[in-house]
């Protein structure tokens, strides 16, 4: 029974890991789309890990402002995204 149970456990930790990595491509994917639909996403690259998560929010509600095809939802994943990616990142920053 003490095995099942680590077995359930560890099971449910690795599916829960790899959602999390999926979650992660796929936003990276949607932010890489979206920012580049209208200009190069380079000054974008060079601000990752220095804004707040605050900021990010503003700046991508901003772009959907301006006429980015975006729902409030992908706003809210993108600024997310942005704001938790590390400077470099792919396939954002290629």
Known sequence: MKKLVIFAIGSYTLLMLASLVYAQASAAKLAAKACSACHSTERICEKLGKRTPEVWLQTVQRMQGNGAQMTD???????????????????LCQ
């Open 73 to 91: 939802a992908e706003v809210t994943t993108i600024a997310e995204y942005l704001a938790t990616a590390k400077p470099g990142a792919k396939p």
